[in-house]
């Protein structure tokens, strides 16, 4: 897939990554959740591999638990995705140049949001980080084939503080009631199994973030989002295509096959 306007070029693209990921205990006991593997490499370098094919080429990263896993493979990033010549006597490293289409081209802000920051607060944290009034931002948890530059142009011709992408669920999250291209009410999990639901891939204005305090450790969704979608500053971005979470250990193993199968819709080179 390649980005046709590049629309995403200049904006920042935000990151939460500091959850605890309780619901898939058998990986995130050892590392955040965003460091779970599919097909050999971390679920967040595949979102991020999706944002670069749209030019976004700057990421903020909200890190808490065990974010440092996370700090370690950026760090060390370059040097792990080259080949390398070692001087074993005298211990120095030299980076042979290697043209791969599966490296990441980017800069990384590592911010750290604290342990128990709900996501509201985390993105609070870590505004100073972002540059220019507008910026996306997603979860660090699921993949998409979301078409980045459709978002924004969506985002744009709406002209609200913040546009979510709606998506078809395949299990329980936030609903969102939706009239005439605005949320007009957000339900953060309710009991249903059909119709569309909050699936990340965000555009936020700045400015929105003036109705949440730092001091007041909330969700994103119900504390800014339902705000939002009552004062009907909420637009919508129907993604009619793929879409899926990995909460569970059964929907890691899902999104692994898919990769392992060269059928993954996410995938962003030949």
Not at 58 to 69: P, S
Not at 74 to 102: C, K, M, Q, W
Not at 201 to 213: D, P, S
Not at 230 to 249: I, K, N, P, S, Y
Request: aromatic letters at 8%.
């Amino acid at each position: 897939m390649a980005s046709k306007s590049n629309r995403a070029a200049g904006l920042d693209a935000l990151i939460l990554c500091g959850g605890l990921g309780t619901r898939l205990r058998e990986e995130t006991e050892f590392k955040p959740k965003p460091m779970v593997e599919i097909g050999g490499r971390p679920i967040l370098w595949h979102i991020m591999k999706h944002y670069g094919a749209h030019g976004a080429d700057r990421f903020v990263l909200c890190l808490g638990y065990k974010g440092d896993a996370i700090r370690d493979y950026f760090i060390h990033y370059h040097n792990r995705s080259h080949d390398l010549e070692v001087d074993v006597g005298s211990g120095a490293l030299e980076v042979i140049p290697t043209a791969r289409e599966d490296k990441l081209d980017c800069r990384v802000v590592l911010a750290e949001t604290g342990h128990d920051s709900l996501t509201g607060r985390r993105i609070l944290k870590a505004l100073k980080h972002v540059r220019g009034d507008i910026f996306l931002a997603t979860y660090g948890d699921a993949v998409a084939d979301v078409e980045i530059d459709e978002l924004i142009e969506t985002h744009q011709r709406m002209g609200k503080l913040a546009t979510v992408t709606a998506v078809h669920p395949s299990s329980r999250f936030g609903e969102l009631a939706i009239d005439g291209g605005v949320i007009r009410s957000f339900a953060e999990k309710p009991q249903v199994t059909e119709g569309w639901i909050n699936g990340g891939y965000f555009v936020f204005q700045k400015k929105a973030f003036e109705l949440l305090h730092e001091d007041q450790n909330e969700p994103l969704e119900t504390a800014l989002l339902e705000q939002l979608a009552r004062m009907g500053e909420l637009a919508v971005h129907h993604h009619r295509g793929f879409w899926q979470c990995m909460d569970t250990f059964r929907e890691m193993q899902l999104l692994n096959d898919l990769w392992t199968s060269g059928a993954a819709p996410w995938r962003v080179w030949a």
